[in-house]
Every structure is written in structure tokens, then in C-alpha cells.
Nanobody
Framework: VQLQASGGGLVQAGGSLRLSCAASGRTFSSHTLGWFRQAPGKEREFVAAITWSGGLTYYADSVKGRFTISRDNAKNTVYLQMNSLKPEDTAVYYC?????????????????WGQGTLVTVSS
């Protein structure tokens, strides 16, 4: 499985961005896709996850109500709509796949990772 994240950029606080993660190669009907982020000097943290078939979602408390994860199965793509962005959302955002299909926040259980896309929110 190859994952390609895109959509990052520079935005002012209060603005919006939509990240995309396209999956290619061998795909699994039961796998989960998640978004993580890593700010400079900090550990990678969970942002959101969605099951591929059931559409169940899970969010970190810090983004709940502002971010929305969704997927387009026909395009093998998962999206992260980010609204009301804050400077503390600045980070490199990564998408990842868990082939076992659970909704989990531990990055160590994810099997495949994309290359990351930088989101910078200015104050």
C-alpha cells in the first residue's frame, strides 16, 4: 500500500484547509485510515481515523468539532477537512493505514505511512 498525502499549505488562523490521502497498490476493504501530525520538537500525535467500509470515525479531543475525516472509496482517498485552524495546529500531517481495521490512536499499530504534508497556521 502506498499513501500519498497532499493539500498542506500556509493559512491564517481561523481559516480552512482540506488534506487528501490517496491510497494505491494493494488495498484492503477492511482497513482503517488515520491522520496524525507532528509539530517541531514534539511526538507524533493522533488526529482522526475512519474505517474504510463502515465509515466509523474517531477524533482527538483537540480537533473534535473543527476537523472532519471522510472517505471516497471509489477514489481510494481519505480527506481531512480542517476548519477554524489555530496556530497550534501547525505540524506535518501524515496519513497512515491500519490493515486490521480498528479505530485506534496509537501510531505504532499502523502499518503504512504517507510522506507527510506541512500545514502552517499563522496568527
Amino acid at each position: 500500500v502506498q499513501l500519498q498525502a497532499s493539500g498542506g499549505g500556509l493559512v491564517q488562523a481561523g481559516g480552512s484547509l482540506r488534506l487528501s490521502c490517496a491510497a494505491s497498490g494493494r488495498t484492503f476493504s477492511s482497513h482503517t485510515l488515520g491522520w496524525f501530525r507532528q509539530a517541531p520538537g514534539k511526538e507524533r500525535e493522533f488526529v482522526a481515523a475512519i474505517t474504510w467500509s463502515g465509515g466509523l470515525t474517531y477524533y482527538a479531543d483537540s480537533v473534535k468539532g473543527r476537523f472532519t475525516i471522510s472517505r471516497d472509496n471509489a477514489k481510494n482517498t481519505v480527506y481531512l477537512q480542517m476548519n477554524s485552524l489555530k496556530p497550534e495546529d501547525t505540524a506535518v500531517y501524515y496519513c497512515a493505514a491500519d490493515v486490521r481495521g480498528y479505530l485506534r490512536r496509537d501510531p505504532q499499530v499502523y502499518d503504512y505511512w504517507g510522506q507527510g504534508t506541512l500545514v502552517t497556521v499563522s496568527s
